[in-house]
């Protein structure tokens, strides 16, 4: 099965994937040539979107709610330069998370909780 949809359809796919998993946890987990970087807290998915002009582009932005404190936080991430989208599936051929490449190579996934057993 290929995970990886056509670049001329980034943004209907991301807006797919915001609708099927929104507000579920989500973690950012990071990986380049030198280290592994994996956040310890995780926030609520609220929307993926495709920037597809400016420096950078195309620009995936991650925008996650942070309800852990009395007033909950927006985060927003930048993943600029992308190359390679693709979603990861669970046990049960849920998603997962969600893989993005950018040109450097750097791999950036939004690892979700499992709809299988809670875990992300």
């Known amino acids: 099965m290929n995970n990886q ?6 943004a ?7 609708q099927r998993n929104r507000f579920r946890r989500a973690r ?6 030198r280290q ?6 995780e926030a609520h998915l609220e929307r993926i979107t495709l920037e597809m002009s400016g420096p950078g ?3 995936v932005l991650l ?3 942070d309800n852990s404190t009395t007033e909950p936080k927006t985060i927003v991430t930048t993943i600029p330069n992308v190359l390679r989208i693709s979603a990861q599936f669970d ?10 490449e950018d040109k450097y190579h750097v791999l950036t996934i939004v690892r979700l909780e499992s709809l299988v057993d809670g875990a992300s």
């Open 57 to 59: 582009a195309p620009s």
């Open 5 to 10: 949809p056509e670049y001329a359809k980034w």
């Open 12 to 18: 209907d796919y991301l807006a797919g994937f915001t």
């Open 28 to 33: 950012l987990e990071c990986f380049n040539q």
């Open 91 to 100: 046990t049960d051929d849920s998603e997962a998370g969600l893989e993005i």
């Open 36 to 41: 592994v970087e994996e956040e310890a807290q």
């Open 63 to 65: 925008t996650r709610l």
